[in-house]
């Protein structure tokens, strides 16, 4: 009878494994990004208790830098994505920011969530980052999996935590900006 049970209670955890092992999967984020990616670095994990964060953050890291250091992950990469990049780019080259979108969700795939920071930046060249702004709004329209955070409004209502730059923010405003992509990682299905 003893044996019986052993056997049975070993058969159950067997079949626990691979549903432990998909929630786990599923708690799992992966930040690529530049230097305000390196703010909230230390916030981001405190945030997503309970998650397992992998942060790639380097400054002046451009936005076609971020697909190829996704693909180096393999089948390996987080379930959920966030993507801090484009603030470096030009903002002329639309284009080529809405190529490194597309190239990001073509990477995720349909069971993978992006959550991508939008752009705050004065106008470089005489351009501003609307155009920018636009394509990451563009892009999540038909796209479910692809969640935008509104960081030009979370700067618009809180002016107090810009830096001198126009780019990067106070700490109290990296800890603003991990709790809101936080939330967004949160929500991600």
């Known amino acids: 009878m003893r044996r019986r049970l052993l056997a049975g209670a070993c058969a159950l955890a067997m079949l626990a494994m691979p549903a432990a092992a998909d ?14 990616a390196v703010g909230t670095e230390p916030y981001l994990p405190g945030d997503l208790s309970g998650w397992r964060v992998q942060q790639s953050a380097s400054i002046s890291r451009h936005a076609p830098e971020g697909p190829p250091i996704l693909r180096g992950y393999g089948r390996g ?5 966030v993507m801090s990049l484009g603030t470096n780019d030009d903002p002329r080259q639309v284009d080529v920011f809405r190529k490194a979108i597309t190239d990001t969700m073509a990477i995720a795939g349909p069971k993978r969530c992006v959550v991508w920071v939008n752009i705050v930046r004065p106008p470089v060249a005489g351009t501003s980052y609307a155009g920018y702004n636009r394509a990451l709004r563009e892009e999540s329209r038909p796209r479910e999996n692809l969640r935008v955070v509104n960081w030009v409004r979370l700067m618009r209502e809180h002016p107090e935590w810009s830096g001198s730059d126009g780019v990067h923010v106070n700490a109290t405003g990296y800890q ?12 991600c299905r």
């Open 23 to 36: 929630a786990a999967k599923r708690r799992t984020v992966f930040v690529n990004g530049d230097s305000l």
């Open 77 to 81: 990469l987080s379930r959920v994505i």
């Open 176 to 187: 603003a900006r991990a709790r809101t992509i936080a939330k967004s990682v949160r929500r």
